[in-house]
């Protein structure tokens, strides 16, 4: 399932650039105005349903915090479960965790041990807002695999392409941005 260019404008207007956030030199992609925007949302999430329907997918894993928004939402569509991977510190359960660098310092996320465990081998979607330099997806994805369980696809509504993030990943596993920023 192609998104027709139509569609594909509709959710990239509704997409905010916000310049010098957090800090200087970075635009800062806001999809809180594509969330609160029905047509735009609707959009963008019927046709994550109809890409992802043919996958045979057990879970979504999304990551912390607004890959959380798009990934449970999908996972209810699809009639399948799903699983935060957070920020170091937030699960209270048994977890395994990955570390990754960075612009300045490390960052840890985590996941409980038995997220997947439901299912041997379960097919698992990550799903985030945005990939960038890929630092966090490729530490979602190494988490994933940790569990036992297969990280399918990656899949982002956001993919800098002037970044080497989307390159990274594919070494580790399919990468899906639905729009591509140059
Ligand atoms: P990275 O690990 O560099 O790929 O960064 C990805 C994470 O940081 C995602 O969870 C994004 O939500 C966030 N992020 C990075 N750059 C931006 C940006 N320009 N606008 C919005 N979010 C961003």
Redesign the pocket.
Known sequence: MKLSSIEKKIIENSIRDIKDFPKPG??????TTLLNDREAYGVLMNHLYQKYKEYELDFIAG??A??FIFGAALAQMLGIGFVPLRKKGKLPYTTISQK?S?EYGVDEIEVHIDAFSKIPHARVLLI???????????AAAELIKQTGAECVEACFI?G?TF?D?IKNLQNQTSVYAVIEVN
């Not at 970075?26 to 999809?31: C, G, R």
Request: charged share 20%; hydrophobic share 50%; aromatic share 8%.
């Open positions: 970075i635009v800062f992609k806001d999809i990551i912390d607004r890959g990754y960075l985030d807002d945005l990939i960038a330099t890929g630092g966090t997806a490729n956001l800098l970044l993030g």
